[in-house]
């Protein structure tokens, strides 16, 4: 029974080695042929169906059907979120006509960055780590809930008078809307038409753009922000490794498991937020240290030394920002821990990282004091 | 100076059992075998040390009786250069500030 099924993934191998584009086919026939040689049984039916993970994985399969995944799964999400705006409000409530305008623009964030300076891969492909396709994913799913947790308020007639409720100025909605839009197509004319052009100026930009739109429509400039964030992150572009990932990931636990319970243990919102913000900073305070002692060493010390601040405060970011984003998709009240996190984690992660970075220098150059006689 | 590129604990693997014999000329099921990995984890790190020419790899020259060519690994300069840095920055070699203190001073007293 198994030498047939063996016989026929091996025919079967053969024929989706075609997948492949011909400087890979080698592979797959080399694989092949080493078949025969494998005992019967189970390890030879191992080694076939590794064959075919070869075949998906270096034809492009995999990353295509996950990617394709991801984005039907997005768009679904977000789909539902604006159904369910549509569905739930009465016509005449304009506040709920201000919630559908935030949903569509936190869902059009998602959809439009990826394609936004795409040639430069700002926000483009994901970079080939698992946690960054994770973060990725996970931090899409948190701003579609955070537009799930605006329609729900906004049905249960708001909570605490902060979101559902008072008075809309179209005016400011519209200014802000055409600010925020302004901050990401601005410096892409601008650089488009004098490429010769500093890029800190755009990026000077973009910063008081968001800064001004934050101001008039807080809700959307942080889901535009954020949504940005992530996708610039995790992007092949970013300087943020693997260990700063994986480290800042677990780091963020505690921040947010204290951002979903604290409001309702300690019943007082800005106490909640504080005593958050000082899990966040002591959480990325930690992911500093072990992201700053992951770095590997290198030839100069201000060198290591710069790497394992920068390290650190990457990790610390990560864990704040993570952890922030976690409570506000839990509930729209706790919105702002995106940016407190985000801030308390990178200064927690940047000042431990940094004191470890300083530590570990000085305890090299005893090393070095006391392996200069040896060498001598 | 070898240069420094990060590779996978799966990659040393197969990367330690390549310098142990650089002059041999390996196949998949050999390495395999002695590296404990699957087909499917094995042949993915070949093709990524073959694109960045770590590894050179070609069929075998002659037909032999019963079996069909082999397809035969083994590691190129660069590649044995690059990957017996990297598993002498593994733990356990020496700790790393150490060594990186006696390649300085090294540098310094020639």
Not at chain 1, 148 to 162: E, M, Q, S
Not at chain 1, 227 to 241: D, E, H, K
Not at chain 2, 29 to 53: F, N, Q
Not at chain 2, 73 to 98: C, E, F, I, K, V
Request: net charge positive.
């Amino acid at each position: 029974m198994t030498a047939r099924l063996a016989s026929a993934l091996t025919r079967t191998l053969a024929e989706a080695a075609r997948l492949l584009p011909a400087d890979k086919r080698p592979w797959a026939e080399a694989l092949q042929a080493e078949t025969d040689q494998i005992p019967a049984g189970g390890p030879r039916l191992v080694w076939l169906a590794g064959g075919f993970w070869l075949i998906a994985k270096e034809s492009g399969m995999a990353r295509r059907i996950g990617y394709w995944v991801g984005i039907a799964g997005m768009g679904a999400a977000a789909a539902w979120v604006v159904w369910l705006s549509w569905r739930a409000a009465g016509p005449a409530d304009p506040e709920s006509v201000t919630d559908r305008v935030r949903v569509l623009v936190g869902a059009g964030a998602l959809a439009a960055l990826p394609w936004v300076a795409r040639g430069r891969s700002l926000f483009g492909p994901v970079a080939d780590s698992g946690v960054a396709r994770l973060v990725r994913i996970g931090g899409c799913a948190a701003i579609c809930a955070m537009g799930l947790g605006v329609v729900r308020a906004d049905r249960h007639g708001g909570i605490n008078g902060i979101i559902g409720s008072g008075k809309v100025s179209w005016l400011r909605e519209a200014a802000g809307l055409a600010v925020l839009i302004g901050a990401f197509a601005v410096p892409l004319v601008l650089r488009a038409r004098r490429p010769q052009s500093e890029p800190g100026g755009y990026w000077m930009l973009v910063v008081a753009g968001v800064f001004a739109a934050f101001v008039l429509v807080p809700m959307q400039a942080f889901a535009v922000g954020v949504a940005a964030l992530i996708f610039a992150a995790t992007s092949r572009r970013s300087p943020v490794t693997a260990a700063s990932w994986t480290v800042g990931l677990i780091a963020s636990l505690p921040t947010a498991v204290a951002a979903c319970a604290l409001p309702f243990v300690l019943g007082n919102l800005f106490s909640a937020m504080f005593i958050v913000a000082l899990v966040a900073a002591v959480s990325g305070g930690c992911a500093g240290a072990v992201a700053a002692r992951l770095v590997p060493e290198a030839v100069s010390p201000d060198e290591l030394r710069a790497a394992r601040t920068r390290e650190g405060a990457q990790a610390g970011a990560i864990a704040g920002t993570i952890g922030g984003l976690a409570a506000a998709a839990f509930s729209p009240i706790l919105g702002e821990m995106m940016i407190l996190g985000m801030l308390a984690g990178l200064a927690g992660g940047a000042l431990v990282a940094s004191v470890t970075a300083h530590l570990r220098a000085r305890s090299t150059t005893a090393d070095l004091s006391a392996l200069q006689p040896e060498l001598r | 100076m070898a240069p420094r590129v990060k590779f996978s604990a799966q990659t040393l693997v197969v990367l330690r059992a390549l310098v142990a014999e650089p002059s041999r000329w390996r196949h998949g099921y050999d390495l395999a075998s002695e590296t404990g990995l699957k087909s499917g984890s094995l042949y993915p790190i070949l093709v990524r040390l073959a694109d960045r020419e770590l590894v050179d790899a070609r069929w075998e020259e002659e037909q032999p009786a019963g079996r069909p060519r082999r397809h035969l690994y083994r590691l190129t300069d660069h590649g044995m250069a690059a990957a017996s840095a990297a598993l002498a920055a593994q733990p356990g070699a020496a700790p790393a500030p150490a060594r990186a203190a006696v390649r300085r001073l090294a540098g310094e007293s020639s």
